[in-house]
Each structure stands twice: as structure tokens, then as C-alpha cells.
T-cell receptor, first 113, second 112 residues
Framework: GAGVSQSPRYKVAKRGQDVALRCDPI?????LFWYQQALGQGPEFLTY????????KSGLPSDRFFAERPEGSVSTLKIQRTQQEDSAVYLCASSYHLTDTQYFGPGTRLTVL | QKEVEQDPGPLSVPEGAIVSLNCTYSNSAFQYFMWYRQYSRKGPELLMY????GNKEDGRFTAQVDKSSKYISLFIRDSQPSDSATYLCAMRGGDNFNKFYFGSGTKLNVKP
């Protein structure tokens, strides 16, 4: 079956622009996670959804970051007024339940100029 | 101090060697320990998943957890060039079970 997909794979934004990153989880997966991975670092947790409910957003670095999953499937991570320090790979992962194996997407590489 | 520390490498070994990868952590509440492999420009993929202390073996891979020392290891036997990737340790547990804590990754190169 299809894995987790993310789009776009690459995004270049000028500083101050808003961006939206999309995640299509594996069908039927209840849990969805977003991570930020800076160059040469491990993924850093951003936020967690169970179905459409955002149960944990403790990792979002500022109020410029916003995530949603309105129908409990596709999720969008939005970054407003992008800054250079937002440049990173944004990874999405899904799992059937919270304690199950997480399957990662390929990530979206965001470059802010 | 980061919650999880991992030597970034790079680690270069000849084909067939035994590879040892390690992480240390500071939070004694961590209960679940994972190793992921990440190829360049790909997302991480789960290799091993262990709960609490002890060893777990899967093919050429063995994961060890020593909770008393807050130390975990991944051993790769008979390493292959296809094992060349970045290896990430991750763990979870305690008050915020949603949150995975990743190490910074060790880059491994297996030379043919």
C-alpha cells in the first residue's frame, strides 16, 4: 500500500512569505506527527494529532506555526511570515495508534531566502 | 544539555565489520527505545523497537538497552555498503508520551 506522502518535496520562500506543507498519512492511521529536522540534526517534535484533534502542540517554535487536520486524514502545516531559521526539512509521520510504529514521509525541504 | 546525546560520526568501516552505535540519555522516565535508519533525502525508517532494558535481535541487528546507565546501543553484524546511512536513536516515555526525542544521528559509511 501507499506510504506517507508529503508535498511539495522542495519549497523555496522569500523571508516573510507564508507557506503551507501538506501531509497525506497512511489510510486508516489515527495518529499523525509533524517534526522539524535541521541540517545534521535529528527530528524535533512539533505537534501531534489524534484524528482531527490536535492533542499536543508543545513543540511548535512560535505562533507563526500552525497545523490542522480538519477531517482526520490529510494534515497541513502552515508557517506564516517565514524566517531564515525556519529553513529545515519538515517530516510527517503517521501510526495506527499512538504506541504503534511511526511511518515517516520523505519530508519537505524548506529553504527561506 | 540535550535529552538525548549521540555521536555524529562519521563512522567509516570496511564491509563485513561489526558496527556499534550508541546513545546516552538523561531522562530516567524514558521507556521505549527505537533505532531509525535515514538515507539521504528520505524519511527515517524504523529498524528496532525495544521496551525497557535488555537485548533484542532482528537479523543482523541487535539493540541493547541499559536503563541503569541510561545508555542504548545498536550493533550491526556483517555490515554491507547498503547499510551506509544515518542512524538515529529515539526514545519516549514519562509525562509527555506523545513526544519522541531523537538523537542527532550517526552517519555510517560502509566501504566495499
Amino acid at each position: 500500500g501507499a506510504g506517507v506522502s508529503q508535498s511539495p518535496r522542495y519549497k523555496v520562500a522569500k523571508r516573510g512569505q507564508d507557506v503551507a506543507l501538506r501531509c497525506d498519512p497512511i489510510s486508516g492511521h489515527v495518529s499523525l506527527f509533524w517534526y522539524q529536522q535541521a541540517l545534521g540534526q535529528g527530528p524535533e517534535f512539533l505537534t501531534y494529532f489524534q484524528n482531527e484533534a490536535q492533542l499536543d502542540k508543545s513543540g511548535l517554535p512560535s505562533d507563526r506555526f500552525f497545523a490542522e487536520r480538519p477531517e482526520g486524514s490529510v494534515s497541513t502545516l502552515k508557517i506564516q511570515r517565514t524566517q531564515q531559521e525556519d529553513s529545515a526539512v519538515y517530516l510527517c509521520a503517521s501510526s495506527y495508534h499512538l504506541t504503534d510504529t511511526q511511518y515517516f514521509g520523505p519530508g519537505t525541504r524548506l529553504t527561506v531566502l | 544539555q540535550k535529552e538525548v546525546e549521540q555521536d555524529p560520526g562519521p563512522l567509516s568501516v570496511p564491509e563485513g565489520a561489526i558496527v556499534s552505535l550508541n546513545c546516552t540519555y538523561s531522562n530516567s522516565a524514558f521507556q521505549y527505545f527505537m533505532w531509525y535508519r535515514q538515507y539521504s533525502r528520505k524519511g527515517p525508517e524504523l529498524l528496532m523497537y525495544t521496551y525497557s532494558s535488555g537485548n533484542k535481535e532482528d537479523g543482523r541487528f541487535t539493540a541493547q538497552v541499559d536503563k541503569s546507565s541510561k545508555y542504548i546501543s545498536l550493533f550491526i553484524r556483517d555490515s554491507q555498503p547498503s547499510d551506509s546511512a544515518t542512524y538515529l536513536c529515539a526514545m519516549r516515555g514519562g509525562d509527555n508520551f506523545n513526544k519522541f526525542y531523537f538523537g542527532s544521528g550517526t552517519k555510517l559509511n560502509v566501504k566495499p
